[in-house]
């Protein structure tokens, strides 16, 4: 299991793209195998990690993830492959449908079928991002002849932020695996790997990427660092998808989920996520204080 990073929330104002750069330039020093940005309401991830890669050279670099409805998928494609040439094929794009109150309450967009679109939308993203020709027609995108051409025809990982059974089965057979947030060892078990998996296997496609993020501090004061999580990640314990992933795994909030405790503790939470088949481990450092955050990091940088 390869170990990598969750780049600082992109829409705090401390956030800079020169401090992000910064971070990723120190991650690959530090030996960690990935850095992955979520695209939230600050810098977009896809053209901040294309910036990343040209100051970096080992790094891993993905988003985690790019909401899928405000960008068409030809749009997002090019994107994607432009970003991969300025990385040197070190790119890995996460999409995910975002939730509901999002896509509709705030960017005033239809969220009907949700499953439906993101099969269209991989029907003209994939193939865009093999350098095919597209013709597809659907019920959401109608494209016809379209072909992306880039010097080197570069290979973008594609993963799908997928929870529920059609969305997994979908997944597995479209896309390069799956990226997860806010769910617990025993459901990526029971769950998640065994669904998307079997899908990929029945579509002929290999084995898929599991990457796995959960928040992560290595402290002395589990309990109190525990509620402080609840309280500052509070928000995903309220979003339906993330909810369903929480009561699956029987927990009340994101503290129950995260790990937390000494080295010892948390080696072993970890121990357990490589066992279950989980490929990729994001790493969300919540700490409280610098102390924890310094100690937290030490301690992946060791682990990889």
């Known amino acids: 299991m390869k170990i990598g990073l969750m780049a600082a929330v992109t829409d705090a104002p401390d956030a800079t793209l020169d401090g992000l750069i910064e971070d990723a330039v120190r991650a690959e020093a530090e030996g960690f195998a990935s850095l992955w940005m979520a695209n939230i309401f600050g810098l977009d991830a896809v053209s901040t990690l294309a910036l990343v890669g040209r100051e970096t050279k080992t790094l891993q670099l993905g988003t985690a993830v790019t909401p899928t409805y405000p960008r068409h998928p030809t749009a997002l494609a090019q994107q994607a492959l432009t970003t991969a040439v300025a990385c040197q094929n070190r790119f890995n794009l996460g999409i995910g449908l975002s939730h509901q109150v999002v896509i509709e309450s705030m960017f005033g967009l239809s969220y009907e079928k949700p499953a439906r679109h993101m099969r269209e939308y991989l029907s ?68 998640i790997i065994p669904q998307i998996s079997t899908s990929a296997e029945e579509a002929g496609r ?17 309990e109190e660092t525990r509620a402080a999580i609840d309280t500052s990640l509070a928000i995903y314990g309220t979003l339906p998808s993330y909810r369903a992933m929480l009561d699956k795994e029987g927990l009340k909030g994101p503290g129950d989920l995260a790990l937390v405790g000494d080295e010892t503790e948390v080696r072993s939470q970890l121990n357990q996520l490589r066992a279950i088949g989980v490929t990729d481990f994001t790493a969300a450092i919540a700490a409280t204080n610098s102390e924890d955050a310094a100690r937290t990091r030490e301690f992946l940088a060791s682990e990889c």
């Open 124 to 191: 003209v993203l994939m193939p865009l991002l093999a350098g095919e020709t597209v013709q597809f027609s659907g019920t959401q995108y109608q494209v016809n002849q379209v072909k992306l051409s880039l010097p080197g025809q570069p290979k973008v990982p594609t993963l799908v932020a997928a929870l529920g059974p059609i969305m997994l089965k979908i997944a597995g057979a479209m896309a390069d695996g799956t990226i997860t947030w806010m769910t617990g060892e025993r459901t990526l078990a029971s769950h």
């Open 206 to 222: 290999p084995a898929p990427r599991i990457v796995a993020g959960f928040p992560i501090v290595v402290t002395k004061a589990a």
